[in-house]
């Protein structure tokens, strides 16, 4: 939980640096139950939905792209990709592919030219 606030707060628009693996997917899965929920309360609210859950459903969605962007580039940053490289999920059938398997990929040891080892530094 503490990678999700930290994203949320220090990190929400950082996209410079390197985020380790368990910060993106701490990040991923504390995300998954907010959509689920959120998911849930837009499709059964029947045929006339109500405009105050649609309406707080959207501030979340949209307030969550933006640290879900920055942490996925910090990610690429540190298995040494740029966060240009997030595009490759737009190709498709593969592209999302490609991208998940960049996201399951050990990190570089020590410091790349986007920053210091994040293990390394938590070590500390």
């Not at 059964?44 to 969605?61: C, D, K, R, S």
């Not at 792209?65 to 996925?72: E, H, N």
Request: proline fraction near 5%.
């Amino acid at each position: 939980m503490k990678y999700f606030i930290s994203c949320i707060t220090t990190n929400y628009a950082n996209f410079s640096g390197r985020a380790r693996r368990k910060e993106y997917w701490m990040f991923t899965l504390c995300c998954l139950p907010i959509s689920i929920i959120l998911n849930l309360l837009t499709n059964f609210m029947g045929e006339t939905p109500n405009m105050a859950v649609l309406i707080v459903a959207m501030v979340i969605a949209i307030a969550l792209i933006i640290p879900s962007l920055a942490v996925t580039v910090r990610r690429l940053h540190d298995t040494n990709k740029s966060g240009w490289f997030y595009l490759v999920a737009f190709i498709p059938f593969i592209g999302w592919i490609i991208l998940l398997i960049k996201m399951l990929k050990k990190g570089d040891v020590g410091e790349n030219q986007y920053g210091p080892d994040p293990k390394a530094l938590d070590a500390e």
